[in-house]
């Protein structure tokens, strides 16, 4: 086994004593600027990397935050890569632990804080807000907003996120816009009402699909609504749909694509997340663009501020990404 620098190897690369080793690790005052770049290139040349264990045994603090994700969760791996540059800009760590039908929220929180974490970072939670409160650690609801003051969130701006999906259709001529809302997953209600808001906004008469956060709720959802079209005539059916993510969008457009409705000419369709499945050759969906590495960077400021006693929430703006899902409306559907 290949034997791990020490300090000692790198001040004897340096040709200095430990201690200023140490000093200029630790990045603190004490060392000039010609024996800061001295150590740091025998470091780099002897590949030294201080130990992290190490480092958090001798201190009182363990700066380790511990991230609750769904194995199944949409836009969660999205989240979780963007954790890790975000925490680490911060001088914090991150640790996973998951959740799914054999493993309950609570069970994956109560891991995490047997690990010591400082903070708990909940993508999309579970469960309500007295149970995350209670917690020992400072809890940020990360993809659901949150306005109870005990708890911190970073999330997108739903409301906004709907507003921009309505605004893009309505602008290609569309007036009858159904949704396809996401059951009970995180960020389903706060589309739902926005999407209700905007429809009497404008006068127009809401409808609003079952659906959920995965391929098969999608392809359910398709279902119902091709099952609409027997016996009405076109003038009273929608012709733009908005979908609660892009993995139901995948499933819609899947059955819609079985029962030969062509997509966007007679149904323009809109997902959510802006995922890699949006941008793929044989789907492009114009879909609500999240921004993982705005959320990640407000939920670890907002750990950091409720460590500090502060609660925070951040919504973060969405964008939206238009492909070939989407059309102006076609004379035949007016």
């Not at 800061?36 to 990397?49: I, K």
């Not at 363990?62 to 991230?67: D, F, K, N, P, T």
């Not at 949704?179 to 609003?208: K, N, W």
């Not at 709720?217 to 076109?234: F, I, N, Q, W």
């Amino acid at each position: 086994m290949v034997k791990r620098p020490t300090l000692a190897d790198v001040a004897a690369e340096a040709g200095v004593s430990r201690a200023l080793v140490s000093i200029v690790i630790r990045g603190v005052p004490g060392a000039s600027d010609a024996t800061r770049e001295r150590v740091l290139a025998a470091a780099a040349q002897l590949g030294y990397r201080p130990d992290a264990r190490a480092r958090l045994l001798r201190s009182s603090r363990s700066r380790l935050l511990g991230v609750v994700f769904d194995v199944d969760g949409p836009f969660h791996t999205e989240i979780l890569e963007a954790l890790y540059p975000a925490a680490a800009a911060l001088g914090y760590d991150i640790t996973l632990s998951a959740r799914g039908h054999r493993r309950s929220e609570g069970e994956a929180i109560r891991s995490l804080l047997d690990l010591g974490v400082e903070a708990l970072l909940v993508l999309g939670p579970a469960s309500p807000s007295d149970a995350l409160a209670a917690q020992p650690a400072p809890v940020v609801s990360v993809l659901e907003p949150h306005t109870d003051p005990r708890l911190s969130s970073a999330a997108t701006d739903e409301a906004a996120g709907i507003a921009l999906a309505v605004k893009h259709l309505r602008g290609l001529g569309h007036s009858r816009i159904a949704h396809v809302d996401g059951g009970t997953a995180a960020g389903s209600e706060a589309r739902r009402l926005a999407y209700e808001q905007l429809m009497a906004e404008d006068g127009a008469q809401p409808l609003v699909i079952p659906g959920g956060p995965n391929e098969t709720d999608g392809m359910k959802a398709a279902r119902e609504l091709l099952a609409l079209r027997v016996g009405r005539p076109a003038n009273e059916l929608p012709t733009a749909v908005v979908v609660f993510n892009d993995d139901a969008a995948l499933g819609f457009l899947h059955e819609l694509d079985a029962a030969g409705t062509a997509v966007p000419s007679e149904l323009s369709v809109v997902g959510y997340d802006d995922s890699r499945l949006a941008a793929l050759a044989h789907v492009q969906l114009t879909s609500v663009r999240q921004e993982p590495d705005a959320i990640a960077a407000a939920a670890v400021e907002a750990a950091a501020a409720a460590l500090e006693g502060r609660r925070t929430h951040t919504l973060v703006p969405p964008s939206l990404a238009v492909r070939s899902s989407t059309a102006p409306l076609a004379a035949v559907a007016r």
